[in-house]
């Protein structure tokens, strides 16, 4: 499985940006991808998740309403739409995918539970 992200990049507050991650190498049928980010000197936090089939989605509590992630069967692209960002969304954003078949089929927010990882795309939100 290859995952590349891309999209990132500065951007001011009240701006908004599109990441995309094109994911390879596998059927993904029964996969969920997930948006993580990772802010200087913080954790790695779970973002969004959409299962490839049936495209549902879901999101961190405090992102909702400004975030949308989306899946392209098609390209083998999922995306996160961010608008309205702030200074605190600055991150590196990461992609991961992981089979369901082996979290119970339920959506994790862990880290660890994921076994594929995209190198990750830096955005900078300035105030």
């Known amino acids: 499985v290859q995952l590349q992200a891309s999209g990132g990049g500065l951007v001011q507050a009240g701006g908004n940006l599109r990441l995309s991650c094109a994911a390879s190498?596998?059927?993904?049928?029964?996969?969920?991808l997930s948006w993580f980010r990772q802010a200087p000197g913080k954790e790695r936090e779970w973002v969004a998740a959409?299962?490839?089939?049936?495209?549902?989605?879901y999101y961190i509590d405090s992102l909702k309403g400004r975030i949308t992630i989306s899946r392209d069967t098609a390209k083998n692209v999922i995306d996160l739409q961010m608008n309205n960002l702030k200074p605190e969304d600055t991150a590196v954003y990461f992609c991961?995918?992981?089979?369901?078949?082996?979290?119970?089929?339920?959506?994790?927010?862990?880290?660890?539970?994921?076994?594929?990882w995209g190198q990750g795309t830096l955005v900078t939100v300035s105030s």
């Open positions: 991961a995918a992981e089979d369901m078949s082996t979290t119970g089929w339920g959506i994790p927010h862990e880290n660890y539970m994921y076994s594929y």
């Open positions: 190498g596998r059927d993904f049928s029964t996969y969920v």
């Open positions: 959409i299962t490839w089939s049936g495209g549902y989605t």
